[in-house]
């Protein structure tokens, strides 16, 4: 099967989308069948990356993206910048206890999906159905966490890197305090979490590199180092009868070539 890595508009995660016989290219951009919806995205890698040899394609390839396709983008920019205005005004006025992060239109601008954040449970019935009138389409309210909100919202994290959540894959891999410990890191909560608020994500990739190195740990064995010190000069010779010589208390190396 070929694929190609291929990152969707406002994201920073990769899916592999399956191209079938079509010849693509990277960096060209191309529309794609997702489980959202129609979408498009750019192409980063023809085939796959290494580590990720079994991983299943999740979108396929629909055709690749013209002239018309690219102009297109700035009309759906501007259609969600409208619908998230307007969506965050009715919130206010109905008094939802709802925080919404952002608004995606896929491609076709069939439907409208408004992503936000809640500690409780909201019926959001009747805002659903002001938005449909207004926007003449399909609209779908998806709760997120917050790790899916920083993910969106985007950022960079005390390394001065991209946050990690928003390069990971779709599913958060856990983070425990065991891994803080075991890494002998600060366990002050301001040090080990990001801004989400949770562990930092990195701490469970550190962690997974940091398990070989224990295991090599616990097969080493220190050889024993003579503390024997010489006042006297001690010689190597070398294959080309170079003499390097090595003072012992100094530790000055001389170099005498013969």
Known sequence: MNVAATRIR???QLMYVDI??????AKSSIIVETDQGMDIGKVMK?????GDEEAEPTGKL??????????????IEELEE???????????????????VSVKSIFDKTKLIFYFVSGNRIDFRELVKELAFVF???????????RDQARIVGGYGPCGRIQCCAIQKDEFAPVS???????????????ISGMCGRLLCCLGSKYETLEPDKESDEDYQPQEVSSKKTSVDEQMQDDDD?????????????????
């Open 46 to 50: 023809v085939g796959r990356y290494i």
């Open 177 to 191: 305090i065991k891994m803080a410990k075991e890494q002998n890191l600060n366990l002050n909560s301001l040090k």
């Open 82 to 100: 409208k619908a998230f205005a307007e969506c965050k005004e009715k919130i206010t006025t109905k008094e939802l206890d709802m925080r919404l």
């Open 10 to 12: 406002n994201g920073f």
């Open 136 to 146: 003449k389409m399909r609209i779908e309210m998806r709760q997120i966490g917050v």
């Open 20 to 25: 079938g016989n079509t010849e693509v290219i």
């Open 62 to 75: 629909i055709r690749v993206a013209s002239d018309e396709d690219l102009a297109s983008i700035e009309q």
């Open 242 to 258: 170079d003499y390097y010589s090595i003072d012992g208390n100094t530790k000055n190396i001389k170099y005498r070539r013969l």
